[in-house]
């Protein structure tokens, strides 16, 4: 071994309580990973779907507003008029200890605030159609984020779970076996020794 094990009984209750902590991390970092890997697949499940939506819709809206343009002309003028968005609020929840982004939008169909004599219904319509992307955006962007940020808690856990499981568990029960075969050596000789001196008495006393 590469560093000097004593083979005493406090050594060995020591390392076999080292070695259960060790097995008890392995199962909870274990079990961690398979969590994270569950609400991983979910996520990603979730982000084709609205990624298959988000196209569609992104279609739909340009669109819409090449019709607008095309009918209006430039509309450089009323989307200087609209309203900067602050609705977007992130928060965060917790899945084993991984911060997972919540984006919330209001979903709430707002009011146009361009000019109604210098617009059409097309307009009505891209502009309806730029807020649906917007929410998918904001929905896509917190799955993806946290994708990437639940992947990265997984790579952590496999790789302190396969440490645990290549290397120190190895070691702690390689030291605990060593320290038991000697012990249980020490026993044998002191035995065979308390055998002699036994038989050397009796032989004295005869």
Avoid: C, W
Wanted: charged letters at 25%.
């Amino acid at each position: 071994m590469a560093q000097q094990i004593f083979a005493t009984k406090g050594n060995l209750i020591a390392y076999k309580k080292s070695l259960e902590l060790a097995k008890l991390g392995f199962d909870l970092l274990d079990r961690k990973r398979h969590i994270l890997v569950r609400e991983m697949m979910l996520l990603i499940d979730e982000a084709k779907s609205i990624q298959d939506k988000i196209g569609t819709v992104y279609q739909n809206a340009y669109q819409a507003l090449k019709l607008a343009n095309m009918t209006l002309g430039s509309e450089t003028n009323n989307a200087i008029v609209v309203d900067t968005d602050n609705s977007i609020e992130i928060d965060y929840r917790s899945v084993m200890g991984v911060e997972i982004p919540i984006v919330t939008i209001s979903q709430q169909q707002p009011q146009p605030n361009y000019l109604i004599g210098d617009s059409n219904s097309l307009l009505d319509i891209a502009y309806k159609d730029f807020h649906e992307v917007k929410i998918l955006t904001a929905q896509l962007a917190q799955i993806e984020s946290s994708v990437y940020r639940l992947a990265t808690a997984i790579s952590k856990t496999q790789k302190r779970s396969n440490a645990l499981k290549n290397i120190v568990i190895p070691r702690y029960e390689s030291i605990v076996k060593f320290i038991t075969e000697n012990l249980e050596e020490k026993e044998r000789e002191d035995f065979s020794r308390l055998k002699v001196i036994k038989s050397q008495k009796e032989k004295k006393n005869m």
